[in-house]
């Protein structure tokens, strides 16, 4: 019995001392996973439009004194790429609008910005617009938050 009692007493000690010198590894691990990007994702909520009639359109503007780099993609339900700004990112100047438009594609659609810094920076929306024979019409919009 006593030496049942000390191999249980050996293990723990040993089990305490394992998990000090893991710890201190695993929690540097799980910091650098955590690690703040200066890339922030907003979304839009998703809007119908109708090939041929209606178009996605998502719009940016820079809101502040600075330039702003950021890219923009409209994506279907499935999460597909159907209108993007290009493969890296644009820089915005200040007050300046980036349109990025999805034509030709029928259903539901949303707008996605990755802002180089704080989202803040930036107001977006997605609109669906019908071209009426004389001129645009928007007939739903989503703001991008």
């Keep these: 019995m006593f030496h049942a009692k000390m ?52 719009n940016v503007v820079n809101v502040t004194a600075g330039n702003v780099s950021l890219k923009v993609e409209i994506l279907d339900a499935t999460g597909n790429v159907i209108g993007t700004s290009g493969a890296t990112l644009v820089t915005l100047p200040p007050g300046t609008v980036q349109e990025t438009a999805a034509t030709g594609y029928t259903g539901f659609a949303h707008c996605r910005v990755t802002v180089n810094g704080t989202p803040s920076n930036i107001r977006a929306n997605l609109t669906v617009f019908h071209w009426t024979g004389t001129y645009y019409d928007s007939l739903a919009t989503a703001e991008v938050r």
């Design 7 to 58: 191999s249980i007493t050996i293990l723990s000690i040993l089990s305490i001392l394992g998990a000090v010198s893991i710890a201190p590894t695993a929690a540097a691990t799980v910091a650098v996973d955590q690690a703040p990007t200066p890339f922030n994702i907003i979304d839009s909520s998703p809007l119908w439009a109708d090939s041929g009639q209606t178009y996605h359109a998502c």
